[in-house]
């Protein structure tokens, strides 16, 4: 989880005034005004440092009965802020198995998909990725033990009302 500092205000610091941009056009009689470059984009960055794309081994040959086409290839990393790389804790998996299914199980997966989270927070991947594995584990172990339960349930039912009523 991400804390976000809040913002300080100052209460004697006054706003300037806005000032719209000005701008002037000059053109002659019946032609249109001559057109503005586009202001710079910046260079996209990924954890401060910026995006670096893979180049093709070797160009591409278009072929003569198909036109060109341009193929851009884009390695990039997700790293979360504090410099760790990503890994699925599985929380939405364990909070339903907690809410719909065997709940104590089902709190075992939240433990451990908390667990993940810190571990990839403070940057160990590897033991982030372990207990990733564990809560999906203990999240299924809880929806098929409903599934189970339910399946027997229906069967000593039918068991109930057709062998033991008829008889």
């Given at each position: 989880m991400v804390?976000?500092?809040?913002?300080?205000?100052?209460?004697?610091?006054?706003?300037?005034?806005?000032?719209?941009?000005?701008?002037?056009?000059?053109?002659?009689?019946?032609?249109?005004?001559?057109p503005v470059a586009p202001p710079e984009?910046?260079?996209?960055?990924v954890g401060g440092q910026p995006l670096q794309y893979a180049q093709p081994?070797?160009?591409?040959?278009?072929?003569?009965?198909?036109?060109?086409?341009?193929?851009?290839?884009?390695?990039?990393?997700?790293?979360?802020?504090?410099?760790?790389?990503?890994v699925n804790?599985?929380?939405?998996?364990?909070?339903i198995s907690f809410w719909c299914c065997f709940w104590p199980v089902g709190l075992c997966a939240i433990l451990k998909s908390r667990e993940a989270q810190r571990a990839a927070k403070l940057?160990?991947?590897?033991?982030?990725?372990?207990?990733?594995k564990s809560a999906k584990r203990y999240a299924c172990?809880?929806?098929?033990?409903?599934?189970?339960?339910?399946?027997?349930a229906g069967i000593g039912v039918a068991i109930y009302r057709f062998v033991i009523l008829e008889s």
């Amino acid at each position: 989880m991400v804390q976000i500092s809040p913002i300080e205000y100052k209460e004697d610091a006054a706003a300037p005034p806005y000032q719209p941009e000005q701008q002037s056009y000059t053109h002659d009689e019946g032609h249109p005004p001559a057109p503005v470059a586009p202001p710079e984009i910046p260079a996209r960055t990924v954890g401060g440092q910026p995006l670096q794309y893979a180049q093709p081994s070797q160009p591409i040959q278009p072929s003569q009965s198909s036109q060109m086409q341009s193929t851009n290839v884009i390695n990039v990393t997700t790293e979360n802020r504090s410099g760790g790389v990503y890994v699925n804790p599985h929380s939405c998996l364990s909070w339903i198995s907690f809410w719909c299914c065997f709940w104590p199980v089902g709190l075992c997966a939240i433990l451990k998909s908390r667990e993940a989270q810190r571990a990839a927070k403070l940057g160990y991947p590897d033991e982030a990725k372990r207990l990733s594995k564990s809560a999906k584990r203990y999240a299924c172990c809880s929806i098929c033990l409903v599934i189970s339960l339910a399946i027997l349930a229906g069967i000593g039912v039918a068991i109930y009302r057709f062998v033991i009523l008829e008889s």
